[in-house]
C-alpha cells in the first residue's frame, strides 16, 4: 500500500508554473542554460494558475510620462497609506522590460500608428492574451526547465539549519510521492480561494473570479514551515458583474462606464469626490457599492448605455481574450450593454498578494524569513497592484536572487544539493500526504474533503465576514470563527479520499483551513479599519493611524499556535499618502 | 460553471483531460470524457479550446442563464475565431489575433 517514491535533484525547484513561476524559470535559464531549473505544477503548465483563459491588458505598466516613485504613490493610495514601498518601487522599474520581453515571446500588443503601445488607463495597456499562458509555458519548456505537471505540492524539506532544502509533494495522475531536493526553492503558487462561502453556492460553486484551483498551497507550506507571513487581512473582494463576475476594469477604464445606483445616480463620482471618484481606491469602490445596497438603493451597475453597436462589439470583443463566459452570458439572456446597464456584484473574499497584498514577508530580494526560499507573485506579501506584469516582475527578481544565493551561500551550480540524509521528513510527509486514502483503503468511514471545504466556508462566511453580512467584521465573532477552526484543525485526521483527485482535494482543504486560521488571527489583530469594504471593522470603524500605521505578521509556532509580530512601515516615497494621486 | 459534452464528436483523444487545470476530466472504458462534478468547473475553457474535433462546449449554470446559446471558439495559427449563438441562431463572430 506504500505509495512509489520519485527522488529528483536540482539547483532550483520553482512551485507552481503560473504567472510569476514561469517568469522565475525564463529568467534563471537565460541566465545559466546550465542550471537544473525545476517546475512543480499541480494543473498542466500549458492552461494552468490565473491566466487559464488568457488576459485583455497588462494593468501595471509605466506608460509615458509616469515613474517607479509615480507608480509607487499611486499604489499607496490604493492601498490606504500602507504598504512595502521597497518591494513596489523594486519591482516598478522593471515593469516595462518585462512586458517588453513577454512580447518578444509572441504576446500581442495594441500600439498606435506611431508604435507605441495603446494606453487603456493610466497604468494599463490593451493587449490581445487569449494565448498569454500557452505562450509562457512554451518559453519556459524552450529553454529546458523540467516540468512536473499534475504534482501537488505539499511541504517544503529543510535542512538541519533550518534552510530550504527542497519540496515534498505527490503525483495526481501517477499516485507517486515526490521528493525535489535543491538548493533553493522559489514559492509561486498565487493565493487563495474557496476560504469563504462562494458567491454561487449551488450549480456555480466554482463560478469564482479568482482561480478556484489556487488554494492556498503556498501560504499552507509556509505556514507549517513556520515562515513570516504579512497582511492576510487585507483581504480582496472583487467588485464584478453580477452572476458571471467578470473584471470590471474592462468597463471602467476601457469603455469609460461609471459605477450607478438604481436611481442612475454615479454614487462614486458625488460622494466620494475627495478620494478619487470613479477612480478611488479599490476597496472604496467596493465599500461604495456595499453601501448602497445596504441603505436600500440597490442593484448597482456599471452603465454602458452611452456604447454604440460598434463599441459592444469592441467591448465584446475584449471580454473575449480574458472572460468569454459574460458574452455567452449576455446571448444566453439577451442583454444588450449598450441599452441596459450592467448589474454588479461583489464576490467572496479572496487571500492573495497580487491586488491586495496577503503573503509571505520577503525582503527586497523576495527572500522569505526562511533562507533559500524565495516568494514572488501573488503569494509573496507586502506588494499589492502587482497583477500580471507585477508577477512576472517580481517572479525576475526571485529568479536572479535564488542564482545569485546559490553561487554565493552553496557552493554553485552542481550536483547533490544537499548532503544530509533526510528520510525521516519524507517518512512522515508520505504518512501526512497519503492518510486520507489509506484511510479510505482500509474500508474506514470519514470526512469527505467537501465536507469539509463547505464546513469552513460556512464557519467563514458566518462569522469572519463574508458575503451574507456584507463582509463587516467585529471581534465577538471573529472570536467564534478562531474556536470553531481550531476545532477543525483535530478533524483534520477523519479525512478520507477514495482515489489521487480526491486527496488533492483533501490537501487544498487542509491548506485551506491553515489559510483560514491566519487569516482570521490578522483580522482580529488590527483594531481599525484600514481598508473598507475589503476589512470593515464594524467595531473599530475608523482609519487609526497613530496606533495601526505598521504591519500585522503572523508566525505559526511549533505546538501549532499563530503568534502576532508588528512590522513598522517606512516610507521611502516623498508625498502626500491618502489623497488622490 | 459546467460543459455540454457531446459524444458522438469525442474520440478519446484526451487533450482536454491533459490540459483541465482543475483535473476535472477523465476518460471513461468506451474512450469519452467525461466531466466528475459540473459544479467545479471555472468556465476557463481551456478543454473547449483543445478539442480540435468540437465535442466540449461550455454550460452557463440554469441558475444565471437561460437555455440554448452557444459559444464556440475555432484556434488557427496567431488567430482565433469566436462564434455565439443565440437561442433563435442568430450568430455574432469575432477574429482576433492570438
Not at chain 1, 138 to 149: H, M, W
Request: net charge neutral; proline share 5%.
Amino acid at each position: 500500500m506504500q505509495p512509489e517514491r520519485k527522488n529528483i535533484c536540482a539547483d532550483v525547484v520553482i512551485v507552481g508554473g503560473g504567472t510569476a513561476g514561469c517568469l522565475a524559470a525564463i529568467t534563471i535559464k537565460e541566465l545559466e542554460p546550465m542550471a537544473q531549473v525545476v517546475i512543480v505544477e499541480k494543473a498542466h503548465i500549458n492552461r494552468s494558475g490565473c491566466l487559464a483563459a488568457g488576459m485583455n491588458a497588462i494593468n501595471a505598466y509605466l506608460n509615458p510620462g509616469e515613474t517607479p516613485e509615480s507608480f509607487t504613490r499611486y499604489v499607496r493610495y490604493d492601498a490606504m497609506g500602507l504598504l512595502r514601498e521597497d518591494l513596489v518601487l523594486s519591482a516598478a522599474r522593471r515593469l516595462n522590460d518585462v512586458v517588453r520581453k513577454v512580447e518578444e515571446l509572441g504576446l500581442p500588443i495594441q500600439k498606435n500608428a506611431d508604435g507605441t503601445y495603446t494606453p487603456r488607463g493610466r497604468w494599463n495597456i490593451k493587449i490581445n492574451g487569449e494565448n498569454l499562458k500557452p505562450l509562457l509555458a512554451r518559453a519556459v519548456q524552450e529553454r529546458g526547465a523540467q516540468v512536473l505537471n499534475r504534482v501537488v505540492a505539499t511541504n517544503y524539506l529543510l535542512d538541519r539549519e533550518g534552510r530550504a532544502a527542497g519540496v515534498m509533494g505527490f503525483g495526481v495522475r501517477d499516485g507517486c510521492f515526490y521528493s525535489i531536493k535543491a538548493k533553493a526553492v522559489i514559492c509561486a503558487t498565487g493565493g487563495a480561494a474557496g476560504i469563504y462561502h462562494p458567491h454561487h453556492p449551488v450549480d456555480g460553486h466554482h463560478k469564482t473570479w479568482y482561480s478556484p484551483f489556487n488554494t492556498g498551497a503556498g501560504y499552507a507550506m509556509g505556514i507549517r514551515a513556520s515562515a513570516e507571513m504579512t497582511s492576510f487581512e487585507m483581504r480582496f473582494i472583487a467588485l464584478r458583474t453580477k452572476d458571471v463576475i467578470c473584471p470590471t476594469g474592462t468597463l471602467a477604464l476601457g469603455f469609460k462606464a461609471p459605477q450607478v445606483n438604481s436611481l442612475a445616480r454615479r454614487y462614486m463620482t458625488t460622494d466620494f469626490t475627495h478620494q478619487g471618484g470613479e477612480g478611488a481606491p479599490t476597496c472604496l469602490r467596493l465599500y461604495g457599492y456595499l453601501r448602497e445596497i445596504k441603505e436600500g438603493r440597490g442593484p448597482c451597475y456599471m452603465d454602458t448605455r452611452h456604447l454604440t453597436p460598434e463599441r459592444v462589439r469592441e467591448l465584446k470583443e475584449s471580454y473575449l481574450d480574458m472572460y468569454p463566459g459574460i458574452v455567452l452570458y449576455w446571448a444566453a439572456n439577451k442583454i444588450d450593454p449598450g441599452k441596459e446597464p450592467i448589474e454588479l456584484s461583489g464576490t467572496e473574499p479572496y487571500v492573495m498578494g497580487g491586488h491586495c497584498q496577503a503573503g509571505y514577508w520577503i525582503d527586497r530580494k523576495r527572500q522569505t524569513t526562511i533562507e533559500g526560499l524565495y516568494a514572488c507573485g501573488d503569494v509573496a506579501g507586502g506588494y499589492p497592484f502587482k497583477f500580471v506584469s507585477g508577477c512576472w516582475a517580481e517572479g525576475t527578481i526571485a529568479g536572479e536572487s535564488a542564482l545569485e544565493y546559490i553561487k554565493e551561500e552553496r557552493g554553485g551550480l552542481g550536483p547533490s544539493p544537499v548532503g544530509e540524509d533526510l528520510s525521516l521528513q519524507l517518512d512522515r510527509e508520505v504518512e501526512r500526504v497519503f492518510s486520507p486514502w489509506f484511510r479510505q483503503v482500509r474500508g474506514e468511514s470519514g470526512v469527505k474533503p467537501w465536507e469539509m471545504e463547505e464546513r469552513i466556508q460556512t464557519i467563514m462566511d458566518d462569522y469572519a465576514g463574508g458575503i451574507s453580512s456584507y463582509y463587516e467584521l467585529s471581534e465577538n465573532r471573529l472570536v467564534i470563527a478562531q474556536e470553531k477552526l481550531d476545532r477543525l484543525v483535530a478533524q483534520v485526521k477523519y479525512l478520507v479520499a477514495a482515489d489521487f483527485h480526491e486527496l488533492m482535494k483533501a490537501h487544498e482543504v487542509i491548506d485551506r483551513l491553515a489559510v483560514a486560521r491566519v487569516l482570521v488571527a490578522h483580522l482580529r489583530h488590527r483594531k481599525e479599519t484600514r481598508w473598507p469594504g475589503f476589512q470593515s471593522r464594524i467595531d473599530y470603524p475608523e482609519r487609526d493611524d497613530l496606533h495601526w500605521l505598521k504591519f500585522v505578521n503572523s508566525r505559526m509556532n511549533q505546538e501549532g499556535r499563530i503568534e502576532i509580530i508588528e512590522r513598522p512601515y517606512e516610507q521611502l516615497v516623498s508625498g502626500e499618502r491618502y489623497l488622490p494621486r | 460553471m459546467g460543459l455540454w459534452i457531446e459524444e458522438s464528436k469525442c474520440f478519446g483523444c484526451g487533450s482536454c483531460v491533459q490540459v483541465c487545470p482543475g483535473d476535472l476530466l477523465y476518460l471513461t472504458a468506451p474512450k469519452k470524457v467525461a466531466i466528475r462534478e459540473q459544479r467545479e468547473c471555472w468556465d476557463c475553457m481551456a478543454c473547449v479550446k483543445s478539442c480540435a474535433h468540437g465535442a466540449l462546449l461550455t454550460k452557463l449554470p440554469y441558475t444565471i442563464a437561460d437555455y440554448g446559446a452557444t459559444i464556440r471558439p475555432f484556434l488557427g495559427e496567431g488567430w482565433i475565431k469566436w462564434v455565439c449563438r443565440d437561442q433563435e441562431g442568430r450568430e455574432e463572430e469575432f477574429l482576433l489575433p492570438r
